[in-house]
């Protein structure tokens, strides 16, 4: 890392930005108070660079000054379609600073979902990471009338109309408008896409855009910022795309009002080089990028040599003992080595955004001293609502962070704050009368002010004078093996059975090893080799579940779930009733067949 990712000397007067009712006034009073600041750092072309907060706060203003010259309406929608980027940053700033609605939307989101979203508010505007982006969003961009090509590499091609590379979009900024627009406080500011994941059995919805205010907006990123304990000289690295809420709050919103930078991967094939070479201070990842990290660390040390095995086997043994000389020695031999390999040495947290990880992953990342913790919350109160402080909030999904009420009634967790959405795109309100929102979560509150959700709706299988299954857990204990990618646990004829997808590059290394043929996927899910090694598996999954959780019967997918196929959303998270549909010949063999040993569990 270059020297520009430390802090600038002197101290920032922060009267004024903590009195900012906006995100663009908070980046003006930075640009003011700190202006040769780091506000921003990302790597291109091998190179670290970085952006301070007054280069930052000028291109919020050129952009937005290019947005007015097309002629921008007051709370008009604009796309935002990238991964994680400065330009993306730069774009949802300028949106607001318009007047606009920022809409973040993943760069994975469906041809058809993106219909969807378009149609309940016109869009005229968009703003998308790169050509491959584009493309992947298809015709359902064909009839905007201006599509803005963050990637500075982008060339324009001549059946590309439509499209303009960034840097000629600020030509069309008049240099002699100082400003815009001021927007309103109590303005719409921001869209959130929700994921469209329902209960089990039910049909899935198509996702809604959820509206939040610039006073909501502000208030939100207060709390996470406060919760983080963010600070200047911190710095988090964003590998989340923004379109998730939890990410687009903790690793945009919170450091700008903290005054902390935000860093940037050169690209997604690149985060775990980045992570090594930046070592942030915070970091947000869903539940499945935990997974495969956990995986590819086991999948290494299976794969290291004698001495490293038995060093990692000595270091296990005294992984959950209290404190003793032996536990400290393979803590500073082999644990820091693993958790600086992974660029986590100075994570202060680790959040888990986007889904419920499994009780086994949590102590994998617990066990080498990872602080990863677990965040709580819907894209209604911008995926925040309670988060682990660390291992003593095991069981729990830690406290509410500060500024969000939690209230129980009929069983379901109720949640009210000054920083959840007041609509939808299509005006439709999006919370009670009272303020209050129905999470839909089966919950209570402890003693401790802390909150045990119970399950959310859609991971919990109810059967009558009999414990309920939830289908969450089943499926993480699952994935962690490294020959997992993913589970989608349902009731068979007298147990639980799954419909289970290969990692494949991890099967096909494997196979490798075993002199197994057939390197396509349909071939290996069909090979009976790979199917008793997806057994033995199961089986030692089965180990640490309760006995009304162990799998029986599971079927190997033939292909890849894809988000394409509406099989998952854009966050990666699983669309149950999805799956089971397109795989409905597979579903109805798993709830006919009877519970048999997981080893055998597939005819």
Not at 53 to 60: I, K, N, S, T, Y
Not at 169 to 186: K, L, N, Q
Request: aromatic share 4%; glycine share 8%; hydrophobic share 45%.
């Amino acid at each position: 890392m270059s020297a520009a990712s430390e802090a600038a000397p002197g101290t920032l007067d922060s009267a004024t930005a903590a009195q900012a009712e906006t995100l663009p006034d908070v980046l003006a009073a930075r640009a003011a108070a700190w202006p040769d600041a780091v506000a921003v750092l990302y790597k291109r072309h091998g190179i670290w660079q970085s952006l301070t907060w007054r280069e930052m706060h000028e291109r919020v203003q050129r952009t937005s000054r290019a947005l007015a010259a097309l002629g921008l309406r007051r709370g008009e929608p604009v796309a935002l379609i990238s991964d994680p980027r400065p330009g993306w940053l730069v774009a949802d700033l300028a949106v607001q600073a318009t007047g606009g609605v920022s809409v973040a939307v993943h760069p994975t989101q469906s041809e058809g979902d993106l219909r969807g979203i378009f149609a309940a508010s016109p869009v005229r505007f968009a703003f998308v990471g790169d050509d491959e982006q584009l493309e992947l969003a298809g015709a359902a961009l064909d009839g905007l009338e201006l599509r803005v090509i963050l990637d500075p590499s982008f060339v324009r091609r001549s059946h590309e109309e439509g499209s303009e590379p960034l840097l000629e979009f600020y030509e069309r900024a008049d240099d002699s408008v100082s400003t815009a627009h001021h927007p309103d406080p109590d303005e719409l500011a921001i869209g959130v896409i929700s994921s469209g994941v329902r209960a089990v059995g039910a049909d899935p919805v198509p996702p809604r855009t959820l509206c939040f205010t610039h006073r909501a907006t502000i208030a939100a990123a207060r709390g996470a910022a406060q919760w983080l304990g963010l600070g200047q000289g911190d710095r988090n690295l964003t590998v989340v795309s923004p379109a998730q809420s939890t990410a687009r709050l903790a690793d945009y919103y919170a450091p700008l009002v903290a005054g902390s930078t935000v860093g940037f991967p050169e690209s997604q094939s690149t985060i775990v080089e980045n992570l090594l070479e930046m070592a942030p201070d915070t970091l947000v990842m869903t539940p499945r990028a935990l997974e495969l990290l956990a995986a590819d660390v086991e999948l290494r040390m299976a794969h290291s040599g004698r001495v490293k095995r038995a060093a990692n086997r000595w270091a296990a043994s005294n992984r959950r003992r209290s404190s003793s000389p032996t536990k400290a020695a393979s803590r500073a031999l082999v644990d820091r080595p693993i958790v600086s390999k992974l660029g986590l040495r100075r994570a202060r947290r680790v959040v888990c955004a986007a889904g419920q990880p499994s009780a086994e992953l949590l102590r994998f990342y617990w066990d080498l001293g990872i602080p990863l913790v677990v965040s709580y919350g819907q894209a209604e109160s911008l995926g925040l609502v309670s988060c682990q402080r660390d291992a003593g909030d095991a069981d729990t999904v830690g406290p509410p962070v500060p500024g969000i009420e939690v209230q129980v009634q009929g069983g379901t967790l109720h949640v009210r704050s000054g920083g959840l959405a007041r609509s939808y795109l299509d005006g439709a309100p999006a919370q009670a009368p009272d303020g209050w929102l129905d999470t839909g979560d089966h919950g209570v509150v402890d003693d401790s002010g802390r909150l045990i959700i119970h399950a959310a709706r859609q991971d919990v299988l109810h059967r009558p004078g009999q414990p309920d299954i939830l289908l969450a857990q089943i499926e993480g204990r699952l994935r962690l093996s490294p020959y997992i990618g993913e589970a989608v646990a349902l009731a068979g004829t007298t147990g639980v059975a799954a419909l289970i997808q290969i990692e494949l590059g991890a099967v096909v290394d494997w196979a490798l090893r075993q002199g197994i043929p057939g390197a396509t996927f349909g071939a290996l899910a069909a090979s009976p080799e790979v199917v008793k090694l997806i057994g033995d598996e199961v089986d030692h999954a089965n180990e640490s579940a309760p006995e009304h959780e162990r799998v029986g019967e599971f079927r190997l997918l033939p292909r890849r779930l894809s988000v394409a196929q509406d099989e998952m959303t854009p966050t990666l998270r699983v669309r149950r009733a999805v799956v089971l549909r397109n795989y409905e010949d597979l579903a109805d063999e798993l709830r006919a067949a009877p519970a048999v040993p997981a080893a055998h569990g597939q005819s």
